[in-house]
């Protein structure tokens, strides 16, 4: 697996975050060991030149706050 590979090399993948449901993927990788003990996440909301659609919260002020608070409340030491 990509990730289990990341970590035997010591890269630190970065996962791109683009609603909630990407919070709890993260949360089953982490609780299955994949994930390195800091992780480092992206922010991804909506954006006509980089992706947009019903798989991506679009981008207002309101999701990007869920979304960190979400990850805070998971990943409290992520970058």
């Excluded at 030149?49 to 798989?55: I, R, V």
């Excluded at 991506?56 to 992520?78: E, G, K, M, W």
């Amino acid at each position: 697996m990509l990730l289990q590979g990341c970590a035997e090399l010591g890269v630190v993948p970065e996962l791109g975050v683009m609603d909630l449901g990407f919070v709890n993927n993260a949360a089953i990788l982490r609780d299955a060991g994949l994930l390195p003990e800091r992780p480092w996440f992206l922010l991804e909301l909506d954006s006509p030149g980089y992706g947009f659609g019903s798989l991506v919260a679009p981008a207002t002020i309101t999701n990007y706050d869920a979304l960190a608070a979400a990850l805070r409340s998971q990943f409290p030491v992520a970058t």
